[in-house]
């Protein structure tokens, strides 16, 4: 295949990701809207499945799965097959958008959603069958590797939710585990793993730098799975477990700090090469994922971890904190850095507005959770948030017109 045939599949697939994330951005201001006032179109759980399942399926997956594809054909290998599975992962995404957004867990949803898991699957089946052939100069693949395997993991989490959805049969803690099991694995797996192996490709393919990775992966690779007790501590797990998920808590933070500290060894050779918004959205993805390791490390402390689970609103701006400070920041910017997205002034306005939107949007979201723990209830904080979740709406708009509107790119 012609490298301007290449080209032209990621930045068209980029596109639609970016389209995809501005629909996410979209629900999330229909859904603030219902908490504040009257709407009475959508059922608002209804919108919260299709806003998730669709930020997960329908951006950061399709994202991963646009470097993951790149990543081998720049190995040498150009898998049609792959690219098949991204349009059907795609149309899946699509179709789980409007099932869940109509009918929440209704059978077509059921379907569709064990239709994308099968699709990993496959990813992951032919992912490792390359695994030979493969230029080991190219660094990512035992990363991409891993968060392919953690991916699949996950999905016991949604074959046992969709189980219990489908034949009603509702028990607390096993629907709480359930969730923060798939959870867990997108987000500590999944996510950081196909984050981290799209960045040290990108610092590859830019720079043709690498940097010493192998301790920071053993850490973080045996830590995901006694992690995940870090999300059922309101189990009241036995004191030897407890210990355990403690000790993993902290080689995954060990881990983490040894891969910033590596990043860091390049900063003389690449930070000067970098386009400011790629920088800036470095920056800021990385301070959010500084903090959401922070914050797990303190969440062993008992006291904590009961208050954090607790409140819902310090949930949800946990969750925002990972998926759309740290991880969609992340993944926008190499998007940016690739030059698979248009970077021209009318892309940086909108960059800026969305990271001053989503700073905004954390800023409210903690003062809610942090009100929450005296259920203290702060005068207009509907109205903030839905005001901000606008802004962040908005901001995506910008960029996405940005793509389309011939102005010099810039560097």
């Known amino acids: 295949m012609k490298p301007e045939i290449i080209s032209t599949f990621y930045q068209k697939y980029s596109k639609i990701a970016l389209i995809n994330l501005t629909l996410v951005a979209l629900i999330g201001v229909i ?46 290998i150009h898998s049609k097959a792959l690219k098949k599975l991204i349009h059907i992962q795609l149309l899946l995404s699509c179709g789980m958008l409007i099932s869940f957004a109509t009918g929440g867990y209704s059978l077509l949803s059921i379907v569709l959603s064990t239709a994308s898991v099968l699709v990993s699957y496959a990813y992951l089946y032919l992912f490792t069958g390359y695994r030979k052939i493969i230029h080991p100069e190219v660094p990512g693949y035992k990363w991409y590797l891993m968060a392919l395997i953690f991916q699949a993991i996950s999905s016991v989490g949604t074959f046992v939710l969709a189980y219990m959805m489908a034949t009603h049969s509702f028990h607390q803690h096993t629907y709480l585990a359930s969730v923060y099991f798939f959870l867990h694995f997108q987000y500590n797996g999944w996510f950081l793993f196909g984050i981290i192996g799209s960045t040290l490709y990108f610092f590859y393919s830019q720079f043709k730098v690498t940097v010493s990775d192998n301790l920071a992966y053993i850490l973080l690779s045996i830590s995901v799975f006694p992690a995940f007790g870090l999300s059922i501590l309101w189990m009241d797990l036995p004191a030897y477990l407890y210990l355990i998920v403690i000790a993993f808590v902290i080689l995954q933070s060990i881990g983490i700090i040894l891969l910033l500290l590596s990043f860091w060894n390049l900063k003389p050779i690449i930070l000067p090469k970098l386009p400011p918004i790629v920088k800036w959205g470095s920056i800021f993805g990385g301070s959010a994922y500084g903090i959401k390791f922070a914050m797990q490390l303190a969440s062993v402390i008992p006291a904590l971890s009961h208050l954090a689970f607790g409140f819902r609103p310090v949930v949800i701006a946990y969750l925002h904190l990972v998926l759309l400070a740290a991880t969609s920041v992340i993944l926008l910017t190499l998007l940016l850095g690739q030059n698979w997205l248009k970077n021209n002034q009318w892309t940086i306005s909108g960059f800026a507005v969305l990271l001053l939107g989503i700073f905004l949007n954390e800023a409210g979201l903690g003062a809610q959770g942090i009100a929450s723990f005296d259920y203290i209830v702060i005068p207009g904080i509907n109205l903030y948030l839905f005001a901000v979740s606008c802004l962040i709406l908005l901001s995506l708009i910008i960029i996405n017109l940005a793509q389309y509107i011939k102005t010099q790119s810039k560097s």
């Open 31 to 76: 859904m603030r809207y219902k908490i504040g006032f009257d709407f009475p179109f959508f059922d608002q759980k209804h919108l919260q499945h299709a806003h998730s399942h669709f930020a997960f399926g329908g951006w950061v997956t399709l994202g991963l799965y646009l470097f993951i594809s790149h990543y081998l054909e720049e190995s040498g």
